[in-house]
């Protein structure tokens, strides 16, 4: 029987590389239990994606993660299509630029996968329609933000349909999505990708940073069936609006563990200050236009913590302050990072796993 795979992909665009797909009919016959060796590997044309030049154009997709197509498969219990995440490589098999992906691995396999680092994703996005923030008039402005956080009411809240639809897909195929909110300015959303409370299988940070990418395709997906763009800018709308960010609640095993975790916290926000300058330039681009130290944001050029402070680079939530343990929210990361990027800086400065900076050091240029 043959069932239908969409393979996805970082593509090379700068400053921020975009999510590609396409498919493939794989002849995976009547097989109940699929695995990730059942998909094979495959090749597209680097040179229309940034990634290569038309002599050496050919780039190599290895997949490393599939779900259930929750646009394609007939039911929830019918597996007859599925998302393929994919790592890309060169045709000396070594991974691209632009596969951010491996270089969270090679931090992992230096020593961070020792530390068993977590990260949850608060994914910030802005819909547009024709041009402007849904719900936005042709011209001018609405009213200050203020009352959409949260909002109920039409006259409140746009895209509801979008954002609920989008959570409900990602929660019928399995990603670890925990959650969605209207934000602070009209039009303006957010999910969550992360740890949830129970006893989560393969709960590890490739596979969340793997489920955060997926949400991201499903709901830009989600959104073109209403002919709605989505907006992971930082600064979507200039002016008196709230940015959009994607802050990360980061834990290692200490900073979880009771006895340990204030330490570990204490140590963590140490080394978090001290490498700010060399990291804060994997958060995003054009994360100055956010970081302004205004619409509940630090200042890009120093760093700062606090406790239950959202004007702070790094917060520590009240509950975790209380009671000694838990997790730390990085308030820095813009909505557009790459999660895999601003994993591997985050396991990088607060697990002292290299003393230089993670990109030089590890990523591979095309045909090197």
């Not at 995440?85 to 931090?107: D, G, Q």
């Not at 006259?155 to 019928?172: F, P, Q, S, T």
């Amino acid at each position: 029987m043959f069932k239908l795979a969409e393979y996805i992909w970082l593509d090379g665009t700068s400053p921020t590389a975009q999510l590609r797909s396409k498919t493939r009919v794989v002849p995976l016959g009547d097989k109940q239990n699929i695995t990730l060796k059942d998909f094979p590997e495959w090749s597209y044309d680097g040179s229309s994606t940034c990634q290569a030049t038309g002599d050496h154009s050919d780039v190599l997709l290895k997949p490393v993660c599939f779900v259930t197509d929750p646009f394609r498969s007939r039911s929830n219990t019918e597996h007859d299509s599925y998302l393929v995440l994919c790592e890309t490589f060169n045709s000396n098999n070594k991974p691209l630029k632009s596969n951010t992906r491996a270089i969270l691995r090679k931090i992992l396999e230096s020593g961070g996968d020792k530390h068993e680092p977590w990260a949850g994703f608060e994914q910030d996005y802005t819909l547009f329609y024709d041009g402007r923030p849904l719900g936005w008039p042709e011209s001018g402005a609405p009213e200050a933000q203020g009352p959409y956080y949260c909002g109920v009411g039409a006259d409140k809240v746009y895209g509801r349909e979008i954002a609920d639809e989008h959570l409900k897909l990602c929660m019928n195929i399995g990603l670890f999505i925990y959650g969605v909110n209207a934000e602070v300015m009209l039009g303006q959303w957010e999910y969550q990708v992360g740890y949830r409370g129970a006893n989560e299988l393969d709960l590890n940070l490739l596979t969340l940073c793997d489920h955060q990418q997926l949400a991201r395709w499903i709901l830009i997906r989600v959104a073109e069936r209403y002919d709605v763009a989505v907006s992971f800018e930082n600064k979507p709308i200039k002016g008196d609006w709230n940015g959009s960010g994607c802050h990360i609640n980061f834990s290692t095993k200490n900073i979880r563990d009771p006895e340990k975790g204030r330490k570990a916290i204490d140590q963590a926000i140490k080394n978090l200050e001290k490498y700010h300058k060399r990291d804060i330039k994997h958060y995003g681009d054009k994360l100055g236009e956010r970081l302004t130290g205004k619409h509940e944001t630090s200042s890009m050029k120093s760093f700062s913590s606090g406790v239950s402070n959202r004007g702070a680079s790094v917060r520590i939530p009240l509950h975790v302050d209380r009671q000694g343990y838990g997790y730390i929210e990085d308030r820095r990361p813009g909505a557009n990072c790459d999660p895999y990027i601003s994993s591997a800086v985050l396991v990088n400065s607060v697990c002292d796993i290299l003393e230089k900076d993670i990109t030089p050091s590890l990523t591979v240029v095309n045909g090197d």
